[in-house]
């Protein structure tokens, strides 16, 4: 957006960008706005399969930003820890949706023209690597290639700003708290069904880029698997999404106890400073690992390991506070 030359735009492509640009900040608003709206916009354009994983993952760090307010981290970890993981999640998640949300509208708008509007896509600060791509999705419908575009891309436009920027490291990716959750891998993303079964995998060095593009694959594999998608569809679309863990956990525990609150009643709207908007593309490599499209993924459920490390984290923060009782 900034520093780009509106001037020789028609009145139709002025007024487009003036609406998306409106729709973009209207539903970036939380992590709830974000996760309905990626998953409404798949509802009306099921080829663009990456709106459904960016609302299940969504979900995710909303689980993840409750989970800081609920029962049992404010037992372990202090209020400021607390606050820096939930900027950094909160953060991530708004530069995600403000560089991709764009790109999801602007497709819809040119399946309705039956025209391509990529070339506009420089004016919401996206990068000319996923100009190509809609082009070339535009042409083929290459349906996988446009999702792992989209999670080399999406993955690249939080590298710099959140995971190498000097105050998060210090604050989050460097600290005791972090590296011990990343050690345990009791960070996850998991994809739920109401049969209680829940799909996905462990999280760690998510610090790395390679590994963090390599997990949005090895997920993308496990939510379109022909045998499950169907079960994580319906729950997303029967679920609304509140950011608390009994979202899922009322179906995966017979006797369910609610331990993390709603993303509403724990945090208030945080207002985010738009960013500079440079071109990671222009001076980054796009690597031939990153497209490639053999994805070997294990499509069991996760469900009896989600519980065997919960009650571990339990039992860990159970015998800190003890220990800190008494010392």
Not at 4 to 28: A, G, P, Q, V, Y
Request: hydrophobic letters at 35%; proline letters at 3%; one cysteine or more.
């Amino acid at each position: 957006m900034v520093g780009i030359n509106e001037h020789f735009l028609s009145t139709e492509e002025k007024e487009l960008i003036k609406d998306i640009r409106c729709l973009t900040e209207k539903n970036n608003l939380d992590n709830i706005t974000r996760t309905d709206s990626y998953l409404e916009y798949y509802t009306m354009n099921k080829e663009i399969q990456w709106s459904l994983l960016a609302s299940l993952v969504s979900r995710n760090a909303g689980w993840n930003m409750c989970d800081l307010a609920g029962s049992w981290f404010p037992l372990s970890l202090n209020e400021k820890t607390r606050l820096n993981l939930f900027a950094t999640y909160e953060r991530a998640n708004w530069m995600i949706f403000q560089d991709a949300y764009p790109q999801l509208l602007l497709y819809e708008y040119s399946t309705k023209r039956r025209a391509p509007m990529f070339h506009l896509l420089k004016y919401f600060s996206v990068s000319t690597f996923m100009e190509k791509e809609w082009q070339h999705y535009w042409q083929y419908r290459n349906k996988k290639r446009l999702v792992f575009s989209l999670i080399i891309n999406e993955q690249n436009v939080i590298e710099k700003p959140i995971i190498k920027n000097k105050l998060f490291q210090k604050e989050v990716f460097h600290t005791f708290a972090y590296r011990f959750q990343d050690f345990w891998h009791f960070s996850s993303v998991f994809f739920p069904t109401l049969n209680g079964d829940i799909y996905g995998r462990s999280v760690s060095s998510f610090s790395s880029l390679d590994r963090r593009i390599q997990l949005g694959k090895e997920l993308y594999a496990i939510l379109f698997n022909t045998r499950l998608n169907e079960s994580f569809l319906q729950f997303a679309l029967n679920i609304p999404h509140t950011g608390s863990r009994a979202d899922y956990e009322k179906y995966v525990y017979p006797r369910h106890r609610k331990n993390t609150p709603m993303l509403r009643t724990s945090y208030p709207v945080f207002i985010q400073k738009e960013t500079s908007g440079n071109d990671w593309s222009i001076h980054t490599r796009v690597k031939a690992k990153w497209k490639k499209d053999s994805v070997q993924v294990e499509l069991a459920p996760m469900t009896e390991w989600y519980k065997r490390k919960q009650e571990k984290l339990h039992r860990m923060i159970k015998l800190e506070t003890f220990f800190a009782g008494i010392f």
